[in-house]
Nanobody, 121 residues
Framework: QVQLVESGGGLVQAGGSLRLSCAASGSIFSINTMGWYRQAPGNERELVAA???????KYADFVKGRFTISRDNAKNTVYLQMNSLKPEDTAVYYC???????????????WGQGTQVTVSS
């Protein structure tokens, strides 16, 4: 019902930057919160940043001041600008959207397939 397609991952040296994008498509009536999570090998998936439809943002402490989340509501797209990357930022980054689809009266969470971010030292 809702498909999330991420792009922008890759390999970068420490101190470098990457910009992730995630476009939502499908039978979408509205999207509430969109966010980015990450999961490193052996670790649980953790919140990186989230943004409401009104633009309110929330960041994990470990990315504050380095990452910026934004969204384009007209395009159902969320972005994550990642600066000053560190080797410990290496993980698979997943997009998440809390959306209401046509024919439903409740919001549900949807996930993208993930994009690998690798930061070399």
């Amino acid at each position: 019902q809702v498909q999330l397609v991420e792009s922008g991952g890759g390999l970068v040296q420490a101190g470098g930057s990457l910009r992730l994008s995630c476009a939502a498509s499908g039978s979408i009536f509205s999207i509430n919160t969109m966010g980015w999570y990450r999961q490193a090998p052996g670790n649980e998936r953790e919140l990186v940043a989230a943004i409401s439809s009104g633009g309110s943002t929330k960041y994990a402490d470990f990315v504050k001041g380095r990452f910026t989340i934004s969204r384009d509501n007209a395009k159902n797209t969320v972005y994550l600008q990642m600066n000053s990357l560190k080797p410990e930022d290496t993980a698979v980054y997943y997009c998440n959207a809390y959306a209401l689809v046509y024919g439903s009266n409740t919001y549900s969470g949807y996930w993208g397939q993930g994009t690998q971010v690798t930061v070399s030292s």
